[in-house]
């Protein structure tokens, strides 16, 4: 089987790119420019030499039919092309590449391909968690209304990762409009759509990576935080203390694999995600790393707050997830943060940084 995977050489989407080859599927990648592509060519060389891997250019997501000749051929589509930085003054550069994207693949793949089974969309936690006072769970029933009503209101005053947020709830609630309105009501699709929400994606990245500073953006503030100290440095307690959850790359990527695969997945949103962690407990794993992994880079890394993990009890883990449909439908089994932590460090001491 052959599987398109859009925005093939971000930080995500590489990684599903190999667990795709490495399972045996062909894959054809999508990438904004040729140049775009090169690594990905170098890293899978022998596969695309073998004929496994190819790359298409398209140019821009949000253009009519911009899909229309990338979806010919392919019997499913990973799609993960979406912008994902803070970077951004009018909300409308996250939101329009977001739903524009999202529902221009699925037109495409409805007029040109009627033999696809499936299109996985990876969607995030970000159109599932509103920020809340109390600490809360949160499940598949539950949608970020908040930031669609808060980047609404407020524009270009929005916070970035409200518009952030509020590109991906937008993005995926097209997605299940669409599936309503043309698979599930006697639709002509061949085709049913799985959402994948993860939390923020931390663990090494196999993309091309030029300097720790143009890191893509979860794994920068890994880097920021956890990783160096003169960044690190710069932060306020209040940094450390602030608690997510989080799932490593590789992981999310076996998710994307299962999510073809796994018949029950059609016609889910499915929150993928390890558990949840604070900035702090982060430090505190990789300063207990063995010291022969970083002595090469001839510095101690960052110490945080220690004082924050030193007393359990006062740590609260605001936002949770609910991972029994995950459990249920996918079984992904999760790396630990000590092997995430470890793995991370190596690759980024290998890099000399
Ligand atoms: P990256 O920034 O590494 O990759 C994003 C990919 O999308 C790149 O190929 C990028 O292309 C492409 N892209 C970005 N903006 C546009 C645009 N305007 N038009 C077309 N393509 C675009 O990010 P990630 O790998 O982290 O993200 C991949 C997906 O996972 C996204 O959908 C993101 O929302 C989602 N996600 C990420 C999480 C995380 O913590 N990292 C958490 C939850 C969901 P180019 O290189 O040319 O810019």
């Known amino acids: 089987d052959t599987v398109l995977v859009t925005g093939a050489n971000g930080y995500i989407p590489i990684w599903v790119v190999r667990k795709l080859l490495e399972k045996g599927y062909n894959v054809r990648g999508t990438v904004r420019k040729a140049e775009k592509g090169e690594h990905l060519n170098k890293y899978f ?5 073998r004929g496994r891997l190819e790359l298409v250019v398209v140019e821009d997501i949000t253009k009519e039919g911009a899909f229309d000749e990338a979806v010919k051929g392919v ?14 003054d009018d909300p409308e550069e996250l939101i329009r590449p977001a739903v524009d994207g999202t529902l221009g693949i699925l037109k495409s793949a ?9 299109i996985v969309i990876t969607s995030s936690c970000a159109a599932v968690m509103t920020n809340t006072p109390e600490a809360r769970t949160f499940s598949e029933a539950d949608w970020n209304e908040l930031s669609i009503k808060e980047t609404r209101e407020q524009g270009r005053q929005a916070l970035p990762m409200t518009k952030y947020r509020a590109s991906k709830t937008l993005a995926e609630k ?7 309105e043309n698979v599930k009501k006697g639709g002509t699709a061949s085709w049913d759509v799985v959402a994948l929400n993860p939390p923020f994606v931390f ?16 794994l920068k503030a890994w880097y920021d935080l956890v990783y160096s100290p003169s960044t690190s440095s710069t932060k306020p307690k209040d940094a450390f203390e602030v608690s997510y959850s989080w799932v490593d790359v590789r992981d999310l990527a076996d998710a994307h694999v299962l999510a073809l695969e796994k018949e029950e997945a059609g ?14 407990e982060w430090l505190e794993i990789a300063n207990a790393l063995p010291s022969s992994l970083t002595e090469k880079t001839g510095r101690s890394l960052p110490k945080g707050f220690p004082k924050i993990t030193a007393q359990p009890q006062n740590l609260t883990y605001k936002v949770r997830y609910d991972t029994a449909k ?28």
């Open 267 to 280: 016609g889910e949103r499915i929150i993928v995600t390890e558990g949840v962690y604070i900035w702090q």
């Open 203 to 218: 663990g090494p990245g196999i993309q091309e990576i030029l300097s720790a500073s143009t890191l893509n953006t979860s």
């Open 75 to 88: 019997d499913a589509i990973e799609h993960m092309a979406s912008p994902f930085h803070e970077n951004v």
């Open 326 to 353: 995950e459990q249920r439908i996918l079984g992904v089994k999760y790396r630990t943060k000590e092997e995430t932590t470890r793995d991370t460090v190596e690759d980024f001491v290998r890099r000399g940084w």
């Open 45 to 49: 060389d022998s596969y695309v030499k």
């Open 110 to 118: 409805l007029k040109n391909n009627p033999a696809i089974k499936r």
């Open 174 to 180: 097209a997605v299940w409009k669409f599936y309503e």
